[in-house]
């Protein structure tokens, strides 16, 4: 978190949010950034971001609030979902007057894409032949990698849990035939978790 020092009348700005957590964000969860405000004289609080999408512009012109004068307000920023670029480091910005404060956010991202294969790929039958699933070479800085395989349901294609999360990296079912229009194949998956929830996803159709 960086400070720039005023006047002793100028607004006091400090952020709420703990810099810790707003280490290896995901993406796909909504993120809330929180200050307090403390002005003497009324200004507008206003948040910026030294690199922002459309969409993120958006939601720092939304949190732009009026702080009166001789008060104490809470300000909030709320980026949602999917908005933060994965696996980036931004700095986000919170000004009233001339005072302003500045804090770091940086995003995970999910494994990094290894490979994912079902067997046998074809010939296999009806809750008779085992297939067995194997994901491998998948990467990611935060530790351990988990695994759960699957299947995409016929006609809604829900997915459909086979093997619990684990770090076991493998695994084996037996299969029900997919719809007559698909050939009856069916569409395994792979959801490859890190440490924070991340996750890919990855099919093999059989």
């Given at each position: 978190?960086?400070?720039?020092?005023?006047?002793?009348?100028?607004?006091?700005?400090?952020?709420?949010?703990?810099?810790?957590?707003?280490?290896f964000?995901?993406t796909?969860d909504?993120?809330?950034?929180?200050?307090?405000?403390?002005?003497?004289?009324?200004?507008?609080?206003?948040?910026?971001?030294?690199?922002?999408?459309?969409?993120?512009?958006?939601?720092?012109?939304?949190?732009?609030?009026?702080?009166?004068?001789?008060?104490?307000?809470?300000?909030?920023?709320?980026i949602?979902a999917?908005?933060?670029?994965?696996?980036?480091?931004?700095?986000?910005?919170?000004?009233?007057?001339?005072?302003?404060?500045?804090?770091?956010?940086?995003?995970n991202?999910?494994?990094?894409?290894?490979r994912?294969?079902?067997?046998?790929?074809?010939?296999?039958?009806?809750?008779?032949?085992?297939y067995?699933?194997?994901?491998?070479?998948?990467s990611?800085?935060?530790?351990?990698?988990?695994?759960?395989?699957?299947?995409?349901?016929?006609?809604?294609?829900?997915?459909?849990?086979?093997?619990?999360?684990s770090?076991?990296?493998s695994?084996?079912?037996?299969?029900?035939?997919?719809?007559?229009d698909?050939?009856?194949?069916?569409?395994?998956?792979?959801?490859?978790?890190?440490?924070?929830?991340?996750?890919?996803?990855?099919?093999?159709?059989?």
């Amino acid at each position: 978190v960086s400070v720039r020092t005023q006047s002793p009348a100028a607004p006091v700005i400090a952020f709420t949010t703990s810099a810790q957590r707003l280490s290896f964000v995901n993406t796909n969860d909504q993120v809330v950034l929180a200050g307090s405000i403390s002005a003497q004289a009324g200004c507008t609080a206003r948040w910026s971001a030294d690199t922002a999408t459309d969409d993120l512009q958006s939601a720092l012109t939304a949190a732009s609030v009026s702080i009166p004068a001789a008060a104490a307000r809470a300000v909030y920023l709320v980026i949602p979902a999917n908005v933060l670029p994965m696996r980036s480091t931004l700095s986000f910005g919170l000004t009233c007057a001339q005072s302003s404060v500045a804090i770091t956010v940086t995003t995970n991202g999910p494994p990094q894409p290894g490979r994912f294969a079902t067997t046998p790929a074809d010939g296999g039958r009806e809750l008779s032949t085992p297939y067995y699933f194997a994901a491998s070479f998948w990467s990611d800085p935060n530790l351990p990698i988990t695994y759960q395989f699957g299947f995409l349901s016929t006609g809604t294609s829900a997915f459909v849990s086979l093997q619990s999360r684990s770090e076991q990296p493998s695994g084996s079912s037996l299969l029900t035939a997919g719809a007559s229009d698909a050939m009856y194949r069916v569409t395994t998956v792979a959801n490859v978790f890190d440490a924070l929830n991340a996750v890919s996803t990855s099919y093999s159709l059989v």
